[in-house]
T-cell receptor, first 113, second 114 residues
Framework: DTGVSQNPRHKITKRGQNVTFRCDPISEHNRLYWYRQTLGQGPEFLTY????????KSRLLSDRFSAERPKGSFSTLEIQRTEQGDSAMYLC???????????FGDGTRLSIL | DQQVKQNSPSLSVQEGRISILNCDYTNSMFDYFLWYKKYPAEGPTFLISISSIKDKNEDGRFTVFLNKSAKHLSLHIVPSQPGDSAVYFC?????????????FGQGTILTVHP
């Protein structure tokens, strides 16, 4: 069990640029979740996948955000035309449907200049 | 609409004593609750969970109590150790055993003094 892996750990970019984050879940986990956490707050749900199907999206996920999990393994989260308000920690978690809690990665911290 | 609230931003406890972290919720649809611990620069780590059909679950030094009528849950850590110093989040979820999306509280910073 190598845990949930997220890359990069830290991303610094200029406002208006596009960014993409990657998440590799625990290998046998079929569910994958994305959350966003800002300072002083708990993680907020963004979206989740069961295998390759995106089952739910939060209203927090504006049109500039898109997530994919093309082969039901790793997932990417892309933010287009980044804004200052996108600065946050982006957390990925995975779980096995019907068995056990979500296990989180260490996150990708996004800083918008 | 904050469905899960942790009203104490911080808690300070002496080593060996009991730590009690509290959490209130408003969403009656939650059918299970979890506690996570988070160290700086790391992701949240799962601690303990409880189904809404139970009122207590224990795992070693950690016990979670659920009071459904009051929509309140608490995490007891006995005895507290300096390594327990971290941010603690409670979270609620629905969907039975399928463990769907989680709704988190704002967190409580626990400091255990030697």
């Amino acid at each position: 069990d190598t845990g949930v892996s997220q890359n990069p750990r830290h991303k610094i970019t200029k406002r208006g640029q596009n960014v993409t984050f990657r998440c590799d879940p625990i290998s046998e986990h079929n569910r994958l979740y994305w959350y966003r956490q800002t300072l002083g707050q708990g993680p907020e749900f963004l979206t989740y996948f069961q295998n390759e199907a995106q089952l739910e999206k939060s209203r927090l996920l504006s049109d500039r955000f898109s997530a994919e999990r093309p082969k039901g393994s790793f997932s990417t989260l892309e933010i287009q035309r980044t804004e200052q308000g996108d600065s946050a920690m982006y957390l990925c978690a995975s779980s096995l449907q019907g068995d056990g809690p979500q296990h989180f990665g260490d996150g990708t911290r996004l800083s918008i200049l | 609409d904050q469905q899960v609230k942790q009203n104490s931003p911080s808690l300070s406890v002496q080593e060996g004593r009991i730590s009690i972290l509290n959490c209130d919720y408003t969403n009656s649809m939650f059918d299970y609750f979890l506690w996570y611990k988070k160290y700086p620069a790391e992701g949240p780590t799962f601690l303990i969970s409880i189904s809404s059909i139970k009122d207590k679950n224990e795992d070693g030094r950690f016990t979670v109590f659920l009071n459904k009528s009051a929509k309140h849950l608490s995490l007891h850590i006995v005895p507290s150790q300096p390594g327990d110093s971290a941010v603690y989040f409670c979270a609620g979820g629905s969907g039975g055993t399928s463990y769907g999306k989680l709704t988190f509280g704002q967190g409580t910073i626990l400091t255990v003094h030697p």
